[in-house]
């Protein structure tokens, strides 16, 4: 899917035969497109084809109900049940404006909390060993199952596509790969 410019809302139309038009990539979509355009923050708007009508927010009402019917389950029975006694209700216009300030305040506070932890990550001693023992794990990964560590395509053996190793770091990929030929001598022994 093409890359949007900031600012720019994709329009997408819906025909009658319930097929969905991306007219910035000239293809059809589907729902699961359309979902992951929001988690990417691709701004877009649904139009009815015939009509011109927005129908953007059934769209997403629909994604929702798609999601929620798989078992990808958030939303609360209990939730579910208070916010469809507040339709018709006297603070019916002020849901909305309630529930949208309260999704961004709880966006907010996941993104300090992230922060929070990266920068207590950051200078922590254990989680540099964390990491140094992410960084052997990937290692062995790569000797065991050569391949399964490519990165975007390419050669395993691309010396660019992986990170500068460091000596010490070399020392450990040579000695894993002596101790996995001492154990693959043994195993042929044993098979013989």
Avoid: W
């Avoid at 309630?98 to 254990?126: C, H, I, T, V, W």
């Avoid at 990165?151 to 596509?161: L, R």
Wanted: aromatic residues 6%; glycine residues 6%.
């Amino acid at each position: 899917m093409a890359k949007v410019k900031d600012g720019d809302c994709v329009i997408i139309k819906k025909y009658a035969n319930r097929r969905l038009y991306n007219t910035q990539s000239s293809s059809y979509i589907t729902l699961d497109h359309l979902a992951q355009m929001v988690r990417e923050n691709v701004d877009f708007k649904v139009v009815d084809a015939k009509t011109g009508d927005d129908i953007t927010h059934q769209i997403l009402t629909q994604i929702i109900m798609d999601e929620e019917a798989s078992g990808e389950q958030m939303l609360p029975v209990n939730f579910l049940r208070q916010l469809i006694s507040m339709y018709g209700n006297s603070m019916q216009g002020l849901v909305p404006h309630y529930l949208e300030a309260s999704m961004d305040n709880f966006r907010d506070n996941q993104q300090k909390l992230r922060s929070a932890f990266e920068e207590s990550f950051g200078n922590n001693p254990l989680a540099k060993i964390a990491k140094q023992n992410l960084e052997m794990f990937k290692a062995a990964t790569a000797a065991f199952m050569p391949g399964a560590m490519q990165q975007e395509g390419a050669a395993p053996s691309d010396p660019a596509a992986s990170e500068p190793a460091t000596a010490e770091g070399e020392d450990e990929l040579s000695t894993l790969r002596a101790q996995m030929a001492a154990m693959q001598k043994k195993l042929d022994s044993l098979g013989k």
